[in-house]
């Protein structure tokens, strides 16, 4: 078995000189040397800040009202995210209000509230605003990457050292699977996303709508093939009344004119046979035509349940929005119009559609009256469509 010299020669360690009673003898200290420091040079140049955790995801909080950003066109900015969607549908008017050589509104807002020093300097030196939209946007990813890192779950490791052994033979160095397994953690990253509104929801919104204008439209009008349906088996089945009270009428007078008994059962005989094939006939043609009305039917109710998948489709994109709106805190409708559009549906359920129209067109004047951003705008408009069209729906039937 190899001693001590041995493995530390073989990890590059020298061993000290001993005395005779094998104690360790310490290095003997050298003087040290007086070194003159040079005076450092103050780094003009911005490090890179890299964030903790919580303080990243204060960045997508809404800040309080005395430390909001007031754009020129009036609107409030709450967060650095707000900012960044602004951005994007900024005129040039309002940005070269706040961005000009001498000044950057932007930069000085970000430095004096979110103390972020490298993303007030970064912006300062962007000129274009589709600079400032890139900047903001690679500082966005990082502030997400260090959530993400910060909400993964910690794992305690606890080494298992069994593996090591007393001898330094790199031969007998082995672990094995189980035990590599044993100690080496398992973890799962969680995800964690950050939702941002997109216009293909308000798009795929405005297409299923009129979607489901146009299958309304074609319910309505199979309901009008239906009731002019009925109408004529109506007035077939008139018809064959009126045919057989004739066919008895003729019955009476022929026993009248006749007076025998035998030429009138004969009579009376020719003629059932006549009306029982016409009425076989007659009989024929409804049931073809019931069956016609039975297929249109199956038809109309199939269309009807495509219409109410779709319309259940809405609902639900409708919700994902508010929700996502609501996270944001971007779906602030006014309290008047919201409670105008409440009251609307309330009635609709009850059915007092007359008097649910009537609030329907004020909530239209209150949104035609008041201003407010163009998102709350048609989400008020598209819930109001919604209702109008229920109660549109409900006055044809």
Known sequence: ???????????????????????????????????????????????????????????????????????????????????????????????????????????????????????????????????????????????????????????HIKPDLNFLRKSFNKSELH???????????????????????????????????????????????????VEAKKTELENIADSISQKEKKARELELLQRREKGSVALDALQQKNENIRIIHDLKQQEAALMSQLSELERFEANLAKKAEQLHEKELMLAH?????????NIFGNSNIFQDTKALISQAALLAKEKRYKESKELISRARESLAE????????????YRLLEIATEVDLALLK
């Open 1 to 155: 078995m190899p001693d001590l010299r041995d493995i530390l020669k073989k990890h590059g360690l020298s061993p000290s000189k001993t005395r005779k009673t094998g104690i360790l003898k310490s290095p003997a200290k050298k003087p040290e040397k007086r070194v003159i420091k040079k005076p450092v040079q103050p780094n003009t140049v911005q490090k890179h800040i890299v964030l903790k955790a919580d303080d990243a995801r204060q960045l997508f909080f809404d800040l309080p009202k005395e430390h909001r950003f007031w754009l020129k066109s009036g609107r409030r900015l709450k967060n650095l995210m707000e900012l960044f969607e602004e951005l994007k549908v900024m005129s040039d008017t309002v940005f070269s209000h706040h961005v000009s050589e001498n000044r950057n509104d932007f930069a000085a807002w970000i430095s004096d509230v979110y103390k972020d020093g490298l993303l007030a300097h970064q912006l300062k030196s962007a000129e274009t605003k589709q600079e400032h939209i890139e900047i903001i946007a690679r500082r966005i990813e990082e502030m997400k990457s260090q959530v993400h890192k910060a909400r993964r779950p910690k794992s």
């Open 317 to 325: 994109k409708q919700r994902i929005i508010e929700k996502k709106h």
């Open 370 to 381: 008041n201003s407010m951003p163009e998102e709350e705008r048609k989400l008020a408009y």
């Open 175 to 225: 672990t094995s699977l189980e035990t590599k397994r044993r100690i080496i953690p398992r973890t799962i990253s969680p995800d964690y996303s950050f939702i941002r509104l997109d216009k293909a929801y308000i798009d795929q919104k405005n297409r299923i709508k009129e979607e489901s204008s146009s299958l309304k439209a074609q319910l309505a009008e199979l309901e009008k093939q």
